[in-house]
């Protein structure tokens, strides 16, 4: 019983039982890949502005 609750405790709750849990760790990945993408995608956009200076309208 007490490990089923401890278990249940942890998966709905994971960042505040454990600083950084599940839960953090998550947050964190994710945080970090939008970060990426948004670098990509900002990169991606300067090269392109770059390559055609004309064709910026």
Same mark, same amino acid.
Request: proline fraction near 0%; charge should be neutral; hydrophobic fraction near 70%.
């Given at each position: &019983?007490?490990?089923d609750t401890a278990m249940n405790g942890a998966m709905m709750n994971g960042t505040m039982?454990?600083? &950084?849990g599940m839960g953090g760790m998550m947050m964190c990945m994710l945080f970090a890949l939008l970060l990426f993408a948004v670098?990509?995608?900002a990169g991606i956009a300067l090269i392109k502005q770059l390559r055609k200076p004309a064709a910026i309208a």
């Open positions: &019983m007490m490990n039982m454990q600083g &950084m670098l990509i995608l």
